[in-house]
C-alpha cells in the first residue's frame, strides 16, 4: 500500500520533467528571437527585408559539419529555425522552408499574440499520434520605430530534447524503485524489530497464562526492555500471591488426616488401655508424623524449584550413572513386591544440569512405578539417543492411569492409591520430577502403554555437546 501511494506521487514527478525541460529550452529560444527581431528592426524606407547575408548564413549554417557532446547527446547539426511574417501574418522567409512565401500564419499563436504587442509562443505536432513530433515555437515583435511592422518566430522540434528528457525519466524511475526498495526493506526491518519483540512478550504471557515458567524474554530497545522487566515484575507478583494462596490451601487440606490421626491416638492415650492397644496407638502417631515430615520435606523442596527459573550451577553429568545409582537405591523396595528392574545401557550418555535435581526426579519417577507395579511384575529402563535430545523410558506392568486422571497427574497433592494398600502419596513427586524437566529445557511425558497395561514415562533432556 505505502509503495503503490509513493510511484503513485513518483507519477506526476516523472511528467514534470518533461515540461521543465521544455521550460528550459523556451528560455535560450527567446533570447535568440529578440536577438533576430532587434537586427531586423528598423529597415530602410521602413520597408521587411530579410538582409543577404542573414539568407546565405542560414544557408550555410545547413551545410556545415561539426560535432559537438552535449553528455549523452551528439550534436551534429543546427536543429533551431526561423521564420519572419509581416504585420499582416503573412510568410516572407522561413529559413527551413516549410512555409511558402505569402502563407497566412496570423491566427498561429506565436504571430497573434506578438502582433497584439503580448509573448507569443506555441507548441505544434505535425503527427497527432507522434508527441515527439512537437516543434516549439516562439515569437518577437520587429519594429519600425514604436510599430510593429513584422515577426520573427523562432522554432526547434521537441525530439532534440527527447533524449535528456528520457535519460531524467529512467533515472528517477531507477532512484525510485531503489528508494521504494529501501523504504520497504526498511520498514520490514523496522517492522520485525517492533513487531518480534512484542511476539516474544505475547509468547511468554501466553506460557504464563498455561502454567508455565518461561525465563523473561530478552528484549531490544529500552522502553522494549523495561516493559518486559514490568511483565516480569507482575507475572512474579500474580504468582506469588497465588503460589502461596494455593498451598495454603493444599498443605492444610493434606495435613488435617495426619493431624486428625494423631491427636486421636493421643486421645485414647489418656485413658486406660491394653499394652498392646498403646502400642498400637503409639505407632500411629509415629507414622503419621513421619508421614508429615516427609510431606513438608517434599513441598519444601517443590517451593524451591517451582520458584526458579533457570538452572544455578549446571555442569556435564552421565545420565547413566545417575539411573544405576537410583536402581540401587530403590532395589530393596522393588524385592519386596518382586518387582525386576531392568536397565538397557548402551553408552555413556552426558546432559548438562543439576545432578541432585535430575536423580530425585528419576527416583521420584521410578518410585512411582514400583508402587504402581503388581507383584512379581516387571520394570524396564533405557537410555537412547534420537537426534540432539537424551530420552529415558520408564515402563512398567501396572493397571495404568484412569482416564479420569490423565489430566490431573501433575497437579500438586494429587494421588491415586496404591495397587494392594488403597494408601495414598503426598502427591508431590510428579509434580517435582516435571518441574526440574522444565527447568533443564526438557520434556516428560507420561502416557498408558498402547499394547498391554501398564504406564510409559519419557524424560527428554537435550544432548550435552562437547
Keep these: 500500500m505505502a509503495l503503490a501511494a509513493y510511484f503513485a ?35 530602410p524606407e521602413g520597408k521587411l527585408t530579410i538582409p543577404l547575408s542573414l539568407r546565405s548564413g542560414m ?7 561539426f560535432s559537438a557532446r552535449i553528455y549523452s547527446l551528439l550534436k551534429e547539426e543546427v536543429l533551431m529555425d526561423f521564420y519572419v511574417t509581416d504585420s499582416n501574418g503573412r510568410i516572407i522567409y522561413d529559413s527551413a522552408n516549410i512555409a511558402q512565401f505569402g502563407d497566412d500564419y496570423s491566427m498561429k499563436r506565436d504571430v497573434r499574440f506578438t502582433l497584439r504587442g503580448e509573448y507569443g509562443a506555441r507548441s505544434t505536432r505535425l503527427d497527432e499520434e507522434d508527441w515527439s513530433s512537437s516543434i516549439m515555437y516562439v515569437g518577437a515583435p520587429i519594429f519600425s520605430g514604436d510599430q510593429i511592422i513584422g ?31 529501501l523504504i520497504f526493506l526498511f520498514g520490514y526491518l523496522l517492522s520485525r524489530w517492533v513487531t518480534l519483540p512484542l511476539r516474544k ?9 498455561r502454567g508455565e515458567r518461561p525465563p523473561s524474554p530478552k528484549l531490544p530497545g529500552y522502553h522494549l526492555r523495561l516493559l518486559g522487566k514490568t511483565t516480569e515484575t507482575m507475572r512474579n507478583a500474580l504468582e506469588n500471591r497465588k503460589y502461596v ?18 491427636r486421636g491416638a493421643a486421645e485414647l492415650l489418656h485413658e486406660e488401655l491394653t499394652m498392646e492397644k498403646r502400642e498400637q496407638f503409639l505407632g500411629n502417631i509415629q507414622s ?6 516427609h510431606l513438608i520435606d ?7 524449584i517451582e520458584s526458579r527459573t533457570e538452572l544455578g550451577s549446571p555442569r556435564r553429568i552421565r545420565l547413566d550413572l545417575i539411573v544405576n545409582r537410583v536402581i540401587d537405591y530403590l532395589e530393596s523396595g522393588a524385592q519386596k513386591k518382586e518387582v525386576t528392574l531392568g536397565f538397557q545401557q548402551r553408552e555413556e550418555t552426558y546432559v548438562c544440569g543439576e545432578e541432585f535435581l535430575l536423580e530425585t526426579a528419576i527416583s521420584n519417577l521410578l518410585q512411582n512405578a514400583i508402587n504402581f507395579s503388581p507383584e512379581g511384575g516387571r520394570i524396564d529402563l533405557s537410555i537412547q539417543t534420537e537426534e ?19 489430566d490431573k497427574i501433575f497437579e500438586r497433592f494429587y494421588s491415586l492409591p496404591r495397587p494392594g494398600t488403597d494408601r495414598k502419596s503426598s502427591g508431590l513427586g510428579l509434580c517435582f520430577a516435571r518441574e526440574a524437566t522444565i527447568l533443564h529445557s526438557g520434556t516428560l511425558e507420561i502416557e498408558n502403554r498402547k499394547h498391554r497395561s501398564g504406564v510409559s514415562v519419557r524424560l527428554s533432556l537435550p544432548k550435552e555437546k562437547f
Design 9 to 43: 506521487l513518483l507519477d506526476p514527478v516523472l511528467d514534470r520533467v518533461e515540461r521543465q525541460y521544455l521550460e528550459a529550452a523556451e528560455e535560450p529560444m527567446v533570447d535568440v528571437a529578440q536577438i533576430l527581431g532587434a537586427a531586423l528592426s528598423d529597415p
Design 59 to 65: 544557408s550555410e549554417v545547413k551545410k556545415r559539419e
Design 151 to 181: 515577426v520573427c518566430s523562432v522554432y526547434k522540434p521537441q525530439r532534440s530534447m527527447l533524449v535528456f528528457i528520457e535519460e531524467t525519466k529512467q533515472r528517477l524511475i531507477y532512484l525510485g524503485l531503489l528508494t521504494g526498495l
Design 201 to 209: 512478550l505475547t509468547d511468554y504471557a501466553a506460557a504464563v497464562s
Design 245 to 262: 494462596e494455593s498451598y495454603v490451601q493444599s498443605l492444610t487440606h493434606e495435613m488435617k488426616s495426619p493431624v486428625a490421626g494423631i
Design 288 to 293: 503419621e508424623s513421619e508421614r508429615l515430615l
Design 298 to 304: 517434599q513441598l519444601l523442596a517443590l517451593a524451591s
Design 388 to 406: 540432539n535430545r537424551v530420552v529415558l523410558a520408564i515402563t512398567d506392568e501396572g493397571e495404568g492411569i484412569p482416564a479420569f486422571a490423565k
